[in-house]
């Protein structure tokens, strides 16, 4: 395979791809929840659930497959997360994580 399709690289068929994609679905959601005059509980129980999830599925590999840094800092991070806001715990294990990578772990 040439890695080219239509004059364009695969990567940018891709790239595309999942901007459509991407679009379709967020205007999809828009068309399917625009036709209720209120959002059923479990709806939005279910919404508000997602950003939560598309974190853990972004977090959970790296405490799996990387090293100690890695996963001490998640460990910390869970904790010190159900007491401060969000932004002050992503500061806050930058910091770990930059200073438990310089001291080798």
Same mark, same amino acid.
């Given at each position: 395979?040439?890695?080219?399709?239509?004059?364009?690289?695969?990567?940018v068929w891709i790239i595309?791809?999942?901007?459509?994609v991407t679009y379709l679905?967020?205007?999809?959601?828009?068309?399917? =929840?625009?036709?209720?005059? #209120? @959002? $059923?509980?479990?709806?939005?129980? !279910?919404?508000?659930?997602?950003?939560?999830?598309? &974190?853990?599925?972004?977090?959970?590999?790296?405490?799996?497959?990387?090293?100690?840094?890695?996963?001490?800092?998640?460990?910390?991070? =869970?904790?010190?997360?159900? #007491? @401060? $806001?969000?932004?002050?715990?992503? !500061?806050?294990?930058?910091?770990?994580?930059?200073? &438990?990578?310089?001291?080798?772990?």
């Open positions: 395979m040439s890695g080219e399709w239509g004059g364009l690289p695969t990567t595309l791809a999942s901007a459509v679905t967020r205007a999809g959601g828009y068309l399917v =929840l625009s036709r209720f005059k #209120r @959002i $059923p509980p479990r709806v939005d129980a !279910a919404l508000n659930a997602v950003p939560a999830a598309v &974190l853990a599925t972004l977090v959970a590999p790296a405490a799996v497959f990387n090293g100690t840094a890695e996963t001490l800092t998640l460990a910390i991070c =869970l904790l010190i997360g159900l #007491r @401060i $806001p969000m932004m002050a715990m992503f !500061a806050i294990g930058w910091a770990i994580i930059v200073g &438990l990578r310089a001291a080798g772990l």
